[in-house]
């Protein structure tokens, strides 16, 4: 395994901007704000190599501009989207390099709450921005309930194990609509004691697991008889498929 460790830097109310570091060099995912990551930076003696960015939102990039002003890194982000700070441009298949870390990220798209959102993977950790939240999934603003869906499902596909930090710390509010969605769940109930109690000692509830979100998360949950009977009761039109159930509980969410 390798010997990096990720750090939440909180930002704005709710944003966490991950920390991968070693001892000397680090890098930062989505950086929506440059003067807690500077700050991190300076306390802990830490050269930075690389930014990483999941998509344009303004709470993911804003502090892209004032970082590099004080480290002159490599910017990476997303191919199709417009972010004029990035210098290196990204699509599924191509891989990222940090020597001083010893990491190599393969890049995925998931296309969905934006139009071009990727994510980094490197086969123990997902960077997966605002797609993938524990207990939930982001809000489509660029694209369609299937390409959202194939988007969650392409991240679904990695292992079990794999350790999936999103940018936002929603679990507990999402867990309140999980539980509306499947109040019979039972890991559900036990997944809000514990996030509770990581609250309440100011912990993130995060990174989550892609095995765990399986068990809890409703957006994952769409071939599940429960889910699916959810989705058939709130829908005033049928609900037949895995696109419409998810399309269904997306939409749900969006006015909860
Ligand atoms: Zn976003
Ligand atoms: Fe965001």
């Not at 982000?77 to 010893?102: A, C, F, M, R």
């Not at 369609?144 to 869906?149: A, V």
């Amino acid at each position: 395994m390798n010997n990096t460790q990720v750090y939440p830097v909180k930002a704005f109310q709710d944003n966490y901007i991950w920390t991968i570091h070693n001892k000397t060099h680090a890098v930062v995912v989505d950086p929506g704000e440059s003067e807690p990551v500077i700050d991190f930076l300076t306390s802990n003696k830490l050269t930075l190599a690389a930014i990483l960015v999941t998509h344009h939102h303004a709470d993911h990039v804003g502090g892209i501009k004032n970082i590099v002003s004080h480290y002159d890194v490599p910017v990476y982000g997303p191919k199709t989207e417009t972010i004029p700070p990035v210098t290196q441009k990204l699509g599924e298949g191509d891989s990222v390099q940090i020597d001083s870390l010893d990491l190599t990220f393969k890049v995925l798209d998931i296309p969905g709450h934006t139009a071009g959102h990727i994510a980094y993977f490197n086969n123990q950790r997902l960077f997966c921005g605002d797609t993938l939240f524990s207990c939930g999934c982001g809000r489509i603003f660029e694209g369609s309930p299937s390409q959202m869906l194939h988007s969650i499902e392409k991240l679904t596909n990695l292992a079990d194990s794999t350790e999936v930090y999103c940018t936002h710390e929603y679990t507990l509010s999402n867990i309140r609509f999980a539980l509306t969605v499947e109040p019979e769940n039972k890991n559900l109930v036990d997944y809000e004691k514990i996030v509770k109690t990581k609250l309440a000692k100011e912990q993130a509830s995060l990174p989550t697991s892609i095995g765990l979100e399986k068990s809890i998360n409703p957006f994952l949950r769409y071939n599940e008889p429960s889910v699916i009977e959810a989705a058939r009761t709130r829908s005033k039109t049928p609900v037949s498929n895995d696109i419409e159930v998810f399309a269904t509980i997306r939409a749900w969410k969006d006015n909860f």
